[in-house]
């Protein structure tokens, strides 16, 4: 028997429409999750319930508007880079505290991915606040609205086994976006000098894992090439603008620590070593400029780091 009109309509409502692929791709895949979320939220609604902070945290994580980014523009690192699709097949879906990340298997899809990763590193970090993830390759379904693959459960299953700069073997699920070997290895064999200049500056390495490292990035600003209108005295200025800043994010997370418990302190204390060392950078970057200003003797040509 027929089913009736409105059956007809549910039965096509829920069948895949044309332009959405059923099939699982090898992809380039990524899940990262804000730490300490569970408790901020308790700690909200025992104060009234005001989400709002929370909420501008998990935009830092990205939404659909970064892959709408990819479809109208294309690649926005390394643009030359090869790629298979223009958009990248860049998905991104945000749930809760946590967001997957998924691009295509080539150069472009790759360094773009690292660098939506090293931005949620870094806005975090701006904030006072940790994250912890795996980049990884694999496969995986991933719409604008629904993600599956043996690729995403493999970077969900390992993200809390994130090992990379750990002080002893005891410590487990370091604060780091943690990249698969697999992943590195891919990079160590292209030839495309882009991609692998721009993962060497968003990532670190330990001697055994690879990680995204906001702080190598952030010893290396500001930088300059000396040229002839080189400035020692407002490059001066902007070192210490950057110290400020990092001044800053370091007291932020000390006040987060006081109240902390262990394991939570041994997770703020590889941000506290990453910011001090940071903050030593631009001390030696500013006494390099103080000589600069008494001697005179400016090196045009070279590159200020």
Same mark, same amino acid.
């Given at each position: 028997?027929?089913?009736?009109?409105?059956?007809?309509?549910?039965?096509?409502?829920?069948?895949?429409?044309?332009?959405?692929?059923?099939?699982?791709?090898?992809?380039?895949?990524?899940?990262?999750?804000?730490?300490?979320?569970?408790?901020?939220?308790?700690?909200?609604?025992?104060?009234?319930?005001?989400?709002?902070?929370?909420?501008?945290?998990?935009?830092?994580?990205?939404?659909?508007?970064?892959?709408?980014?990819?479809?109208?523009?294309?690649?926005?690192?390394?643009?030359?880079?090869?790629?298979?699709?223009? *958009?990248? +097949?860049?998905?991104? $879906?945000? %749930? &809760?505290?946590?967001?997957?990340?998924?691009?295509?298997? @080539?150069?472009?899809?790759?360094?773009?991915?690292?660098?939506?990763?090293?931005?949620?590193?870094?806005?975090?970090?701006?904030?006072?606040?940790?994250?912890?993830?795996?980049?990884?390759?694999?496969?995986?379904?991933?719409?604008?609205?629904?993600?599956?693959?043996?690729?995403?459960?493999?970077?969900?299953?390992?993200?809390?086994?994130?090992?990379?700069?750990?002080?002893?073997?005891?410590?487990?699920?370091?604060?780091?976006?943690?990249?698969?070997?697999?992943?590195?290895?891919?990079?160590?064999?292209?030839?495309?000098?882009?991609?692998?200049?721009?993962?060497?500056?968003?990532? *670190?390495? +330990?001697?055994?894992? $690879?990680? %995204? &490292?906001?702080?190598?990035?952030?010893?290396?600003?500001? @930088?300059?090439?000396?040229?002839?209108?080189?400035?020692?005295?407002?490059?001066?200025?902007?070192?210490?603008?950057?110290?400020?800043?990092?001044?800053?994010?370091?007291?932020?997370?000390?006040?987060?620590?006081?109240?902390?418990?262990?394991?939570?302190?041994?997770?703020?204390?590889?941000?506290?070593?990453?910011?001090?060392?940071?903050?030593?950078?631009?001390?030696?970057?500013?006494?390099?400029?103080?000589?600069?200003?008494?001697?005179?003797?400016?090196?045009?040509?070279?590159?200020?780091?």
């Amino acid at each position: 028997m027929t089913n009736s009109l409105s059956e007809q309509n549910s039965d096509q409502d829920q069948r895949p429409s044309d332009d959405f692929s059923t099939k699982v791709k090898d992809k380039f895949i990524a899940f990262v999750d804000i730490l300490g979320f569970k408790n901020m939220v308790d700690a909200a609604e025992q104060t009234g319930g005001d989400m709002r902070h929370l909420i501008e945290l998990t935009r830092m994580l990205g939404s659909n508007s970064d892959s709408q980014k990819f479809t109208r523009y294309g690649p926005t690192i390394c643009p030359h880079s090869t790629y298979i699709s223009r *958009d990248l +097949d860049f998905k991104v $879906t945000q %749930i &809760s505290d946590c967001v997957v990340v998924s691009a295509e298997s @080539s150069p472009a899809g790759l360094i773009n991915l690292i660098h939506h990763c090293f931005g949620i590193a870094i806005n975090l970090l701006a904030k006072g606040h940790l994250c912890r993830g795996v980049i990884t390759r694999g496969n995986i379904l991933h719409s604008d609205s629904q993600f599956m693959g043996t690729g995403y459960a493999d970077a969900y299953k390992n993200e809390q086994h994130v090992s990379v700069f750990r002080v002893d073997e005891k410590e487990r699920g370091t604060p780091f976006i943690q990249v698969a070997s697999p992943v590195v290895v891919y990079v160590s064999t292209l030839k495309d000098d882009c991609v692998r200049k721009m993962f060497a500056r968003m990532t *670190d390495s +330990d001697g055994t894992y $690879t990680a %995204i &490292s906001p702080f190598r990035a952030l010893g290396n600003a500001p @930088s300059a090439i000396v040229g002839p209108d080189f400035d020692p005295h407002a490059m001066k200025a902007s070192c210490q603008r950057s110290r400020k800043l990092r001044l800053d994010n370091l007291g932020m997370f000390e006040k987060s620590e006081a109240d902390a418990d262990d394991q939570t302190k041994a997770k703020i204390a590889h941000y506290k070593k990453g910011l001090l060392h940071v903050i030593a950078r631009l001390d030696e970057k500013e006494r390099k400029l103080d000589r600069m200003i008494e001697t005179g003797q400016i090196p045009y040509g070279s590159t200020f780091l």
